[in-house]
């Protein structure tokens, strides 16, 4: 069902999104490297709640052009374990908007202390539609023609998924270096799909300021992300599959809004050619407390 | 049933062992500290500045759990104006805060740059 007629105008929504965060800009904060599809071992604070939409704007080639946001909602659970749960939808050029499907994932650090690599194990369910368009991962043979079709068409597709992520990062120095090994399955009867994503960033100051400032270089996170396909079980190779190089800025806010951009560039044919990544996040801290009396009693 | 003299060593070592897992929640150990951890000197020693950068980054990062005045919440949340502070030297500090305690809330704040835990512990120690 489209919530909104053929020919989009997006203008809108956009005005929208804006508004929101500047509204939001209170009083919190967030502190995270500005990926958009690998993960660091950074995880969300106890009690935090974060709230963030990635979108992806891209054309594929024969089609027209697309908005698909995901709104996250982050929680720290424990120091080592991090809920989550995406909400994805889509608007396409000339076509509509539509829901695609939601995604629940976990995050936790089986080691308690801070080694030179830190693994972190992830799990996660989707139960999308063939017309989720966010791209948060690219695994098997994941290529611009799955982006292409009539929504009508592909939402007819229902993808129910389990997906495994093994993350390992480092910070070195001022560097964070992330690498995930990702594998998934349609709990259908797809076979088991393989992909990756690495991620290089750091602040552009280490030292802090004395000062409140806006535009201070330690504000600023600039880094680059790779990500691809790695085939699947029944054809293990990178022959057909889609892989992406993009180079990646995060901007902190005064008032505890994070926004992030990075353009994206596809490096095989059956890549996008270009796909713009936005974020925008806002953390609310520790929401657990809003439910509690000063003395600890729940309310 | 009153317990037997018999059991009364077993009782208090239950007891001192309990008494030492709910201190190791509130404090942690600095003799866990590696060595070269324990001997390093913060870089921004002696700098005024280093202070107030860390009230900021103590601001945005801290105080949502350790509260404003750095004093805790008396529950889970411990002060950071104790003893057990002003005797850690500040590579016991910075090594913790690179740390955390996962296990027990604490965050790691490995992902913050060095400089910036330098920062706040110049300000950790200011306020003892």
């Known amino acids: ?299 | 049933m009153k317990p037997s003299h018999r059991n009364l060593p077993s009782i208090l070592s239950i007891a001192f062992c309990a008494a030492l897992a709910v201190a190791a929640t509130v404090h942690p150990h600095w003799d866990h500290v590696p060595a070269k951890d324990h001997a390093r000197v913060s870089p921004l020693a002696g700098q005024p500045e280093a202070v107030a950068a860390g009230a900021r980054i103590y601001s945005e990062h801290c105080a949502e759990c350790h509260k404003a005045d750095a004093r805790g919440d008396g529950h889970k949340r411990p002060s950071l104006r104790s003893e057990h502070l002003r005797s850690a030297a500040d590579g016991d500090i910075e090594w913790f805060l690179r740390q955390g305690d996962l296990a027990h809330g604490m965050p790691s704040w490995s992902s913050l740059p060095a400089e910036q835990r330098w920062q706040l512990v110049a300000y950790l120690k200011s306020i003892q």
């Open chain 1, 1 to 299: 069902m489209s919530f909104i007629p053929p020919q989009t105008d997006l203008r809108p929504a956009a005005i929208l999104a804006i508004s929101l965060a500047l509204f939001l800009a209170s009083s919190a904060r967030a502190q995270e490297k500005p990926y958009f599809v690998t993960y660091s071992h950074d995880l969300e604070e106890p009690g935090n709640l974060e709230i963030e939409t990635k979108t992806a704007v891209a054309r594929p080639e024969g089609s027209t052009q697309y908005g698909a946001t995901a709104l996250e909602l982050e929680y720290g659970v424990r120091a080592w374990w991090t809920s989550e749960l995406y909400l994805d939808g889509q608007a396409t050029a000339q076509d509509s908007t539509i829901f695609t499907g939601f995604r629940i994932e976990n995050r936790v650090r089986p080691l308690m202390r801070d080694h030179a690599v830190n693994p972190v194990l992830y799990l996660e369910f989707e139960d999308i539609s063939g017309a989720d368009k966010t791209i948060l991962e690219v695994v098997g043979h994941d290529g611009q023609t799955d982006l292409a079709g009539p929504n009508g068409d592909a939402r007819r597709e229902h993808q129910h998924e389990a997906e495994l992520k093994l993350i390992l990062s480092s910070n070195l120095r001022d560097w964070n270096i992330a690498e995930n090994f990702i594998a998934e399955k349609n709990l259908g009867h797809k076979p088991w799909e393989f992909g990756y994503a690495i991620g290089v960033a750091r602040p552009l100051r280490g030292q802090a300021s004395g000062r409140a400032c806006t535009f201070c270089a330690e504000k600023f996170i600039a880094g680059a992300e790779a990500y691809g396909g790695l085939g699947d079980t029944s054809s293990l190779t990178i022959a057909g599959t889609s892989h992406y190089v993009a180079p990646l800025i995060g901007w902190q806010l005064p008032k505890g809004v994070r926004l992030s951009f990075s353009p994206g560039f596809g490096l095989t044919s059956t890549s996008l050619a270009r796909v713009y990544r936005i974020g925008v996040a806002y953390e609310f801290d520790q929401i657990g407390n809003w439910f509690h009396s000063a003395d600890g009693v729940a309310q």
